[in-house]
């Protein structure tokens, strides 16, 4: 099936990445959050945005603060980033960032990615985020800048429209109502959260005893 059947660009743009000698970039995703805990909705998103766009990778990256006004509490960064490999692990095409836990403080997604293109100047980024991130987009660190440098994908959420002033690539996904706040709820409340996340997620929040606070 034809990709452009499958995906709807809000603004029309010139292409943001120049080609290399080769005339080919890599076609990396990026699909950034707290992961806290990371859940089946995620890799659905993952899986949908890799397929319909034909990416040669997505890459999950854990934040280590992240910038929005609500804060989030979350737990330790290496758990967060165990629970990602975990998630992950059985998908060849999925992989892990880890460059914001690295560097740690405020995640700010401007900084991070100037960091991977400085680092990997043949890639080009497809940075994935939910309705109500493109709905936020005027308030991002300096937005007119990073949106030359990465290519937006937006995918639907409940009560956010699917526009936007600035340009953003729309995936149409499944609409899975799985909240990571659900999740730790669930768990507070000890009631199940089998099949909200991979079976092996489950079995290392259980043998961790996170989230029981």
């Known amino acids: 099936m034809n990709v452009n059947t499958l995906v709807k660009s809000v603004v029309q743009t010139k292409p943001i990445v120049e080609p290399n000698e080769s005339g080919k970039k890599k076609r990396v995703g990026i ?9 089946t909705g995620h890799l659905i998103i993952a899986e949908q945005v890799t397929s319909q766009l034909d990416l040669d990778e997505m890459l999950f ?14 737990i330790a960064a290496e758990d967060r980033r165990k629970m990602v490999e975990l998630s992950i692990a059985e998908n060849p095409l999925f992989g892990l960032e880890t460059a914001e836990l ?17 680092k990997h100047p043949d890639y080009e980024y497809y940075f994935v985020i939910g309705g109500d991130m493109v709905d936020y987009l005027p308030k991002w660190y300096r ?3 990073l949106v030359k440098l990465v290519h937006f994908v937006g995918v639907a959420r409940t009560g956010f429209p699917k526009e936007s002033k600035y340009p953003v690539m729309w995936v149409d996904v499944p609409l899975i109502e799985i909240s ?17 996340v991979p079976k092996d997620v489950e079995h ?10």
């Not at 990256?61 to 979350?74: E, G, Q």
């Not at 706040?181 to 507070?188: L, V």
């Open 61 to 74: 990256m854990p934040d280590a603060l992240p910038p929005h006004v609500d804060h989030k509490d979350t």
């Open 143 to 145: 937005i007119d800048e």
């Open 102 to 118: 690295e560097r740690g403080g405020i995640s700010y997604t401007f900084d991070t990615i100037v960091e991977l293109k400085r």
């Open 31 to 39: 699909l950034g959050g707290t992961f806290n805990p990371p859940h």
């Open 180 to 196: 990571s706040t659900q999740i730790r709820w669930n768990i507070q409340h000890n009631c199940s959260i089998k099949y909200l």
């Open 204 to 213: 290392y929040i259980k043998e961790e005893g996170l989230y029981l606070e």
